[in-house]
């Protein structure tokens, strides 16, 4: 009996293409987290909200907030706090 591969192997090829892209999206998280951590670094003791740190990383605040998101969970040596603009954000604490 003739059975035709095709449908399979691209079902296959699918399922490794959208492997590929969480993969690729979490190195794009795992990049801006890194980022993120480093620019709260170097200004320790200052609160930046996400909007601040988009502006000042030139990212997406889209990007930024569910980073700011997990590593308040995270926290410490990260603490929330309030962003000199008004928004609510999250400092590097000093040690
Ligand atoms: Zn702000």
Redesign the pocket.
Known sequence: MWLDPLPDQRAARSRVAEGQAMLNSMAQFDLTESLVRGHLRDMSGQV??A??LARELFLLPGAIMPILATLAERQPPFATGP???G?A?LMFLLR
Do not use: K, V
């Open positions: 930046r909200c909007i601040c962003c000199g603009c928004g954000g």
